[in-house]
Each structure stands twice: as C-alpha cells, then as structure tokens.
C-alpha cells in the first residue's frame, strides 16, 4: 500500500444533458467539496451585495470538479447546468428529496418525492430559432441578437436579484443584460453600455415590449410538475419551473 488515497476509487457515471444532448461524466461529490460549500455559506453571512455571487461560484466549482470531462460550466446553457447540478446532487446523496405543497382551496400541505427524471425541457426547439428579436418602431425594423441564457448570465446577473425580489427597474436591467448587438440598416454594435440598453428598453412603447417578453417566455426551461387531488376534493398542480426555485431545492 503506497498511500491511503490509492484505495478510493474515481467513480464516474454517464450524464446526458437535456438540451445539448452532450454526455458527460460525473462523479459524487466528497468529504473535501462540501467543506468549500459550508465555508462559502459561512462567508456569505457577512455580506450583502455579493451574497448570490459568491454562492453561485462556490457551487460552479463544486460542480466544475465532480466532471471529468474539461468543459467550462460558466458558457452552459441554465437548462444543462441545473440538470448537471441536480444530478450530481442526487448520485451525492442516500435520500430522496422531498417537496411540501399546499392546496390553494383548504391549504392541506402534502409532501411529494421530486425526481429529477420527471422533469421535462420546454421549448426545447426554439433554443436555436428564438435567438433574435425583430423590432418594428415606425419604419425602422431593429434586429436584436440575443444571447443565451447560460448558467454564467445568471452569475452575472445575481447582483440584481440579490434580495430575492424583481423591482421594474432590475427587470429592465435583467432583460437588457441579454442584449448582444442591435442590427439597424445593415449596421451591427455590439459596444452598447448597460445603461444605453436600458435607457433603449425604457424608451419603447409599451406596445413595442411584446416580442421581448415573448422571447423570454419561449426560452427553454426546465420544469416539474405533479397534479393531485387534495382530500378536499380540490385539484392542486405542484410545480416547480422558475430556474431559482430549482436552486432552493437544492
Ligand atoms: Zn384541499
């Protein structure tokens, strides 16, 4: 025997994420990953600008470490990297996970066992095609390049979301975040500040906001969804299909 360390094993398992359809292959997390979590969570006390910030790196290198493959978890799409981060978490653990819900009609709570193979991607063929928005404002048509959501736009916007609730102003800055480059008469910037494409957004007619919303609605996302009847005889859907309250569970 050479050293201790010669006698654990590196298990790894196969994962195929949903939208990309990219295998990979990951492994639980150990003893030493989750001492970083706790310290990070210890750490994030203390602060109040940063404290999503710094939650969502710790869990991007926790996640970074149990694939064996070199891919850079930053540029993966939300929808892979919170299977990728769920599925770690359950070959991670004995239990199951439990999720308490109550019914909108006598408010009885009832406890469900979420499993990550019900989960369904939604519009997942409008990942590619849904990527520009077309503006027309009068007789000027405005195309706008959209980036992808990726797990790293969710990084570099937790500074907005840090206390938990979207004010008008924070939506605006979350919706501009995702603005690329704007094309007009066969022009392309892609240098515009933050500040410039929120001033863009707040200057549009209300009636001219639609095909952004609309591109934020046709996004994939991931969602879980289980519909039962209450005792009350009321018919109660459990869900889950905002992408922070995935997060939360977990
Ligand atoms: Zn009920």
């Known amino acids: ?23 990979l292959h990951v492994r639980a997390y150990k003893h030493g990953d989750t001492k970083h979590v706790l310290r990070a969570h210890e750490e994030s006390k203390d602060r109040k600008k940063d404290k999503g910030k710094l939650l969502l790196s710790t869990l991007e290198q926790l996640v970074s470490k ?16 919170t299977y990728l981060m769920i599925y770690i978490n359950s070959i991670s653990k004995e ?32 990942a590619e095609s849904s990527r ?6 009068g007789s000027n048509v405005i195309d706008i390049a959209m980036r992808e959501y990726t797990f790293g736009m969710l990084v570099e916007n937790s500074v ?16 501009a975040s995702f603005i690329e480059g704007v094309e007009f008469n066969g022009e392309y910037n892609d240098k515009w500040t933050m500040q410039e494409k929120c001033e863009f ?3 549009l007619p ?3 906001i639609q095909p952004l919303s609309d591109h934020f609605d046709n996004i994939p996302k991931l969602h879980w969804k289980k519909e039962y009847e209450c005792s009350c005889g009321h018919s109660v859907v459990a869900e889950i299909k905002e992408i922070l309250d995935f997060f939360s569970i977990y």
């Open 1 to 23: 025997m050479k050293n201790l360390l010669e006698l654990i094993p590196e298990i790894y398992v196969p994962v195929t994420l949903p939208l990309s359809k990219k295998e």
């Open 160 to 175: 907005i979301f840090s206390d938990g609730k979207k004010t008008g102003n924070e939506m605006t800055e979350f919706m």
């Open 66 to 81: 149990c694939i064996k493959e070199p891919i850079y978890v930053h540029d993966l799409n939300i929808v892979d990297f």
């Open 201 to 203: 957004l707040d200057a």
């Open 95 to 126: 239990s199951s996970t439990e999720l308490v819900f109550s019914c909108d009609e006598c408010k009885k709570k009832q406890t469900h066992v979420f499993k990550l193979e019900e989960c369904v991607v939604e519009n997942e063929d409008k």
């Open 132 to 137: 520009n928005v077309t503006l027309t404002l």
């Open 206 to 208: 209300v009636t001219h």
